[in-house]
């Protein structure tokens, strides 16, 4: 049996843990291509206007799983106690049902962190007994699966590449997360961290290769490098808890590389149509701007043009250099060069 697992959203965090429950119950999983100029198309075809990028790129890449017996679309509600995941994660299945050539059967499930490890466990009992699975092999398949999506998220950290960790999450060899010095730091590069969802800051065709981009100019920390214990801290201070668990993982991360003065700038990635970054995004902004921290946003759509991003790109790193350069540099009036030039 093959199960189809389009490269999107999800992929980006979960993978690890769906590829070692199906290849333990002896089902193929079968991903889409990288994403290309055809998929997205198909995906602003399939999916609905208002929609936001990484739902489209989803449709696209439904259209390009073929010879397979089922597309797999889990529903995920929440990963953890106390959140959820965002509106438009929560409509999948339906809201991506017209990208679903004809004929061909979706197989889902609810997973509700939330209700508990025995509650989702029972939802993966049922799942497997569509597939013709006994409980006992479910039951194995799931610690299988969670020991491939423990060893990903152990092999975060500094220097950490996407790619290469999925690979190996995998496998049955440990995976030694990077220790601090993974990104060999060099006093004289920049370090510049990219804030966003991981489905953006990964999906090099999407983001037009920023990540690569930067990362030959400076040294790049991302929201997943941060340990949820950090994540925590960091929100204290907020009057009201953030209901999504991507957006507290983005805002608590965000706001640690605000205070970290070894980071010389942020470039917050977002989406148009994201109704959760339209929030955290302005947070995240204020809190750079109180601490007069480098910040940039850059927001990306389908028509967004690599020209463009590139001019922003090497404006803002000048900015940022120049800033390090002049930053001890008090004039006559008592007020530090480019104090007010934070923001392109
Ligand atoms: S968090 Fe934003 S980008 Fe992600 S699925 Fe929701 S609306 Fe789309």
């Given at each position: 049996?093959?199960?189809?697992?389009?490269?999107?959203?999800?992929?980006f965090?979960?993978?690890?843990?769906?590829?070692?429950?199906?290849?333990?119950?002896?089902i193929?999983?079968?991903?889409?291509?990288?994403?290309?100029?055809?998929?997205?198309?198909?995906?602003?075809?399939?999916?609905?206007?208002?929609?936001c990028?990484?739902?489209?790129?989803?449709?696209?890449?439904?259209?390009?799983l073929?010879n397979?017996?089922?597309?797999?679309?889990?529903?995920?509600?929440?990963?953890?106690?106390?959140?959820?995941?965002?509106p438009?994660?929560?409509?999948?299945?339906?809201?991506?049902?017209?990208?679903?050539?004809?004929?061909?059967n979706?197989?889902?499930?609810?997973?509700?962190?939330?209700n508990?490890?025995r509650?989702?466990?029972k939802?993966?009992?049922?799942?497997?007994?569509?597939?013709?699975?006994?409980?006992?092999?479910?039951?194995?398949?799931f610690?299988a699966?969670?020991?491939?999506?423990?060893?990903?998220?152990?092999?975060?950290?500094?220097?950490?590449?996407?790619?290469?960790?999925?690979?190996?999450s995998?496998?049955?060899?440990?995976?030694?997360k990077?220790?601090?010095?993974?990104?060999n730091?060099?006093?004289?590069?920049?370090?510049?961290?990219?804030?966003?969802?991981?489905?953006?800051?990964?999906e090099?065709?999407?983001?037009?290769?920023?990540?690569?981009?930067?990362?030959?100019?400076?040294?790049?920390?991302?929201?997943?490098?941060?340990?949820?214990?950090?994540?925590?801290?960091?929100?204290?201070?907020?009057?009201?808890?953030?209901?999504w668990?991507?957006?507290?993982?983005?805002?608590?991360?965000?706001?640690?590389?605000?205070?970290?003065?070894?980071?010389?700038?942020?470039?917050?990635?977002?989406?148009?149509?994201?109704?959760?970054?339209s929030?955290?995004?302005?947070?995240v902004?204020?809190?750079?701007?109180?601490?007069?921290?480098?910040?940039?946003?850059?927001?990306?759509?389908?028509h967004?043009?690599?020209?463009?991003?590139?001019?922003?790109?090497e404006?803002?790193?000048?900015?940022?250099e120049?800033?390090?350069?002049?930053?001890?540099?008090?004039?006559t009036?008592?007020k530090?060069?480019?104090?007010?030039?934070?923001?392109?």
């Amino acid at each position: 049996m093959k199960i189809g697992f389009p490269r999107a959203l999800y992929y980006f965090e979960h993978f690890p843990f769906w590829a070692g429950f199906f290849n333990y119950l002896d089902i193929e999983v079968v991903t889409s291509p990288s994403t290309h100029r055809q998929i997205m198309d198909e995906g602003l075809k399939k999916a609905s206007d208002e929609t936001c990028l990484p739902l489209k790129l989803l449709a696209g890449h439904i259209r390009f799983l073929k010879n397979v017996d089922y597309i797999f679309l889990p529903r995920i509600v929440s990963v953890e106690a106390n959140t959820y995941t965002c509106p438009k994660f929560l409509g999948i299945p339906e809201s991506v049902l017209p990208a679903v050539p004809e004929g061909m059967n979706v197989l889902t499930v609810t997973l509700n962190w939330r209700n508990g490890k025995r509650q989702v466990l029972k939802e993966l009992e049922v799942l497997g007994s569509q597939l013709g699975k006994s409980k006992s092999d479910v039951r194995k398949a799931f610690r299988a699966g969670l020991e491939c999506q423990h060893k990903y998220q152990d092999s975060m950290g500094a220097g950490w590449e996407f790619e290469k960790s999925l690979r190996e999450s995998n496998q049955p060899s440990i995976i030694k997360k990077p220790k601090d010095g993974g990104l060999n730091p060099d006093k004289e590069r920049l370090r510049i961290a990219l804030v966003g969802h991981s489905y953006l800051t990964h999906e090099s065709y999407a983001n037009l290769n920023l990540l690569n981009k930067l990362r030959e100019k400076a040294d790049v920390e991302l929201v997943q490098n941060v340990n949820s214990e950090d994540v925590e801290s960091h929100l204290s201070e907020l009057r009201k808890k953030i209901f999504w668990s991507h957006s507290k993982q983005i805002f608590g991360a965000g706001k640690k590389f605000v205070l970290d003065q070894k980071i010389d700038g942020i470039i917050y990635l977002t989406c148009f149509g994201c109704g959760t970054d339209s929030m955290i995004q302005e947070l995240v902004s204020r809190k750079a701007r109180e601490n007069h921290k480098p910040y940039m946003v850059v927001t990306l759509d389908e028509h967004s043009g690599e020209a463009g991003l590139v001019t922003r790109l090497e404006a803002f790193l000048d900015m940022v250099e120049r800033r390090r350069a002049h930053e001890g540099y008090v004039s006559t009036y008592g007020k530090c060069l480019d104090r007010d030039s934070n923001a392109l």
